[in-house]
């Protein structure tokens, strides 16, 4: 079975099993019309493009600030360009944020170099926002900031929100920010098609000091940190996407064909945009520098050599964006009888990583076994087949 169908196969049948029927009862007419309407959504969250389509709304909707569920969808969706702060979830973050605010925010963020997320007030106001915003509403409209990124790592769809008010569709992403709920996340790139209006909307709610803005709330005290670090990464993407108008070879791990494109430079050099997730070093055998993807779906970059490893310096980007050029090569993993694909490094110039980033390399082998969720929080590898590279 070709490469591209077993893809289109394999995605629906996962998604068949993220969808449940609100009822199993009626009809079979009615039964038949549910089933139609589930695989007719199916087709829309999965068809590359930028309209994704209109969803009634999960009866308990709002997670939090920057997360909402639609009816039938088993998983959330990861809302594009915003980041509200967290809402307290457990016992133990409460009864440390009653020993004081600045207290509780020196003991989330430890010994660590990056800025933590961590539950905060301001993170329980964003909720609030987010329920009244979608008070009363039964159907939103979903959109992408770009046709070929459909999903993030952990299965999440990306998407824009929009409800219907007054005939016009009223971006949620764009309002959270405008009121102050949230900075304008640009993480993981720029808006591309509201950047713009992100920028005055987040101009906006400086000038008003209010939510995350307002010095006398309860909040993250180093958003001049995080955006200066976020915005070095987005330009670092955004030069990867310039320098890729045009040319095939050029490959962004987290667009939906990039497996398939991979597998058509099969022994040619391509350059990859690609997020730094595992980094296992081999005693015996080659280091591992796992470009994150998917869960199970990941791309590795093979060192022989390790003194081209240390040189490349690729350990302080861990969690974060590279570029790797170099031959896409073909190996068979014999602990899962696969044939599998991997880029060989045997030069430090291979690797690139953004410039102007803040230092949070802080990398150690104790932390080997992890890696980044797409929010930067660290995640367990799910399970523990050994996976080795083999020279060609």
């Known amino acids: 079975m070709p490469v591209i169908r077993r893809y289109y196969v394999a995605v629906a049948i996962m998604l068949a099993g993220m969808f449940v029927l609100t009822s199993c009862g009626g009809s079979k007419r009615v039964r038949r019309l549910r089933k139609a309407d589930i695989q007719k959504r199916l087709k829309a969250l ?4 930028l309209l994704i389509g209109e969803f009634p709304l999960a009866s308990h909707a709002v997670i939090d600030g920057d997360t909402i569920k639609v009816a039938g969808l088993r998983s959330t969706l990861r809302l594009l360009a915003i980041d509200t702060e967290e809402t307290f979830k457990n016992e133990p973050d409460r009864r440390l944020y009653e020993s004081g605010f600045e ?8 010994k660590s170099l990056k ?5 905060t007030p301001l993170g329980e106001d ?12 039964r159907t939103v409209r979903l959109e992408r900031d770009d046709p070929k990124e459909i999903r993030g790592r952990y299965g999440r769809y990306l998407a824009y929100v929009f409800v219907k008010r007054a005939g016009h569709w009223v971006n949620y992403n764009l309002e959270a920010v405008r009121a102050g709920m949230s900075p304008y996340f640009t993480k993981y790139s720029y808006s591309r098609r509201f950047h713009d209006q992100f920028v005055q909307a987040q101009k906006e709610a400086q000038k008003k000091h209010i939510g995350i803005w307002d010095p006398k709330k309860e909040h993250y005290r180093d958003y001049d940190e995080r955006i200066a670090w976020w915005n070095a990464r987005a330009d670092f993407i955004k030069q990867f996407e310039q320098d890729a108008m045009g040319k095939d070879n050029y490959i962004i791990l987290t667009n939906w064909d990039a497996m398939r494109r991979l597998e058509e430079h099969v022994g040619k050099k391509v350059v990859i945009l690609g997020l730094v997730g595992q980094i296992k070093l081999g005693d015996k055998g080659p280091t591992r520098v796992i470009l994150s993807r998917r869960l199970n779906s990941d791309f590795p970059l093979i060192f022989f050599d390790k003194d081209v490893f ?3 310096g690729v350990a302080r980007y861990k969690g974060e964006f590279i570029r790797a050029s170099g031959v896409v090569e073909r190996y068979h993993n014999k602990y899962k009888n696969s044939d599998e694909l991997q880029m060989i490094i045997n030069l430090p110039g291979q690797i690139t990583g953004a410039p102007n980033l803040p230092d949070y390399s802080g990398w150690d082998t104790e932390g080997q076994d992890k890696e980044l969720d797409e929010d930067g929080d660290k995640a367990p590898v799910e399970g523990g087949t050994k996976e080795v590279g083999h020279a060609p």
């Open 126 to 137: 964003a909720k609030h926002f987010a329920m009244k915003f979608f008070e009363g509403v």
């Open 310 to 312: 240390g040189s490349s």
């Open 46 to 49: 999965e068809t590359p493009g």
């Open 103 to 110: 207290n509780y925010l020196k003991v989330k963020k430890g």
């Open 115 to 119: 800025p933590p997320k961590c539950a």
